[in-house]
């Protein structure tokens, strides 16, 4: 009786075989690093699978579970009363063939998941921050926020920096604008609306504004030197005398 009892409770030679074989014949199968070296012929796998089969078959199905087929798992119900063995197999079903409510509640833990590491980020305040998404994706971030912004407040100085820490921020300020540049035109945006062109416009008026006052400024003092010579008549002198004007002594 208690041969029996042990019969049903044990996996058959021939499905130990029969699954072994199988197994060996697969390419990257997993092997401890240890074993590795002694895993290059199928034969040499086919022994070490049927050692550790034949030791503990949690261990065999927590490995390999996920490599056998329907028919290889039922060779497995005979040994469901082990509590350990009764969950691999269970999981191992629920992976290969998931049933409605497992697949509910799947997708449940997922979203569970990528909420709270969603809230994870949030709370932690960089990621979601203006400059990490301005850092992640310059362009959208130039055509839904950026284009509204004043540029030249980009490149002064925060309080409290230091002054290599805003020159760094100003290289890679340069390093954003040129990603925007370059995605502007792979997408045909026309010239005149390509990033920085702004500024180069603002350059350009604040030259000619300074040309302009430079001109009126040589202009006024043309003026002034031609109105002191209206109002100081020239005078003719005989040889040899000196008249004293306001401009100097004259011979």
């Known amino acids: ?22 197994l ?84 449940a833990k997922v979203k569970n998941r990528r909420r709270a590491y969603m809230d994870k980020l949030i709370s932690d305040g960089h990621y979601f921050s203006e400059d990490a998404m301005r850092e992640r994706e310059p362009y959208l971030h130039h055509e839904y926020v950026g284009k509204f912004q004043d540029p030249s407040g980009r490149r002064m100085a925060r309080p409290g920096e230091r002054w290599s820490e805003t020159l760094m921020r100003r290289s890679e300020e340069a390093i954003l604008m040129e990603k925007i540049r370059g995605e502007q035109q792979r997408l045909g945006v026309a010239q005149r ?24 400024e040589e202009k006024e003092v043309e003026d002034s030197g031609a109105s002191n010579e209206s109002s100081h008549p020239s005078q003719i002198l005989p040889d040899g005398i000196c008249y004293q004007t306001s401009y100097g002594t004259l011979f």
């Open 1 to 22: 009786m208690q041969a029996e009892a042990i019969k049903k409770t044990s996996l058959s030679s021939q499905a130990m075989e029969a699954i072994s074989e199988r």
């Open 24 to 107: 060996s014949n697969l390419e990257n199968l997993y092997f401890p690093r240890a074993l590795q070296p002694s895993t290059a012929t199928p034969s040499q796998r086919k022994s070490l699978l049927l050692d550790v089969l034949s030791r503990d078959v949690a261990v065999f199905l927590e490995r390999y579970g996920t490599q056998l087929t329907f028919e290889e798992l039922k060779e497995f119900d005979v040994m469901k009363g082990d509590y350990e063995i009764n969950w691999h197999l269970s999981h191992i079903r629920s992976l290969i063939s998931p049933t409605t409510e497992e697949l509910r509640a799947r997708s």
């Open 193 to 216: 609306d390509w990033v920085g062109n702004e500024r180069e416009e603002v350059e350009e008026e604040e030259e000619e504004e300074e040309e302009e006052e430079e001109e009126g």
